[in-house]
């Protein structure tokens, strides 16, 4: 089992940063390749961003690309989204995710957190 916790949402403007962490415990988090995504109300979740089990190799949603980073810690077992020139089509609930694949595929992603709420206004 792998428990993972997200923080770092909230409500900014337009134009601005936030960075969200995700904090696992459990079983060895360097072993899963981890995601971001996100779902906004009345639409599926989506992918967001991935990154391998070192951090060597991240892939990006095209809507995202150039303005949001996925990173991770190891040693801290924390996986990281720097979010910036943050859009209202950003508005959503990030979830982050652990899979043993590296995948974009959100069915292969088998431990979730709860989620935290971006909110971007205009």
């Known amino acids: 089992q792998v428990q993972l916790v997200e923080s770092g949402g909230g409500l900014v403007q337009a134009g601005d940063s936030l960075r969200l962490s995700c904090a696992a415990s459990?079983?060895?988090?360097?072993?899963?390749?981890m995601g971001w995504f996100c779902q906004a109300p009345g639409k599926e979740r989506e992918f967001v961003t991935r990154?391998?089990?070192?951090?060597?190799?991240?892939y990006y949603a095209d809507s995202v690309k150039g303005r949001f980073t996925i990173s991770r810690d190891n040693a801290k077992n924390t996986v990281y989204l720097q979010m910036n020139s943050l859009k209202p089509e950003d508005t959503a609930v990030y979830y982050c995710?652990?899979?043993?694949?590296?995948?974009?595929?959100?069915?292969?992603?088998?431990?979730w957190g709860q989620g935290t709420q971006v909110t971007v206004s205009s």
């Open positions: 459990g079983r060895t988090f360097s072993t899963f390749a």
């Open positions: 990154i391998d089990w070192s951090g060597d190799s991240t």
């Open positions: 995710a652990a899979s043993s694949i590296l995948t974009t595929r959100t069915s292969a992603y088998v431990y």
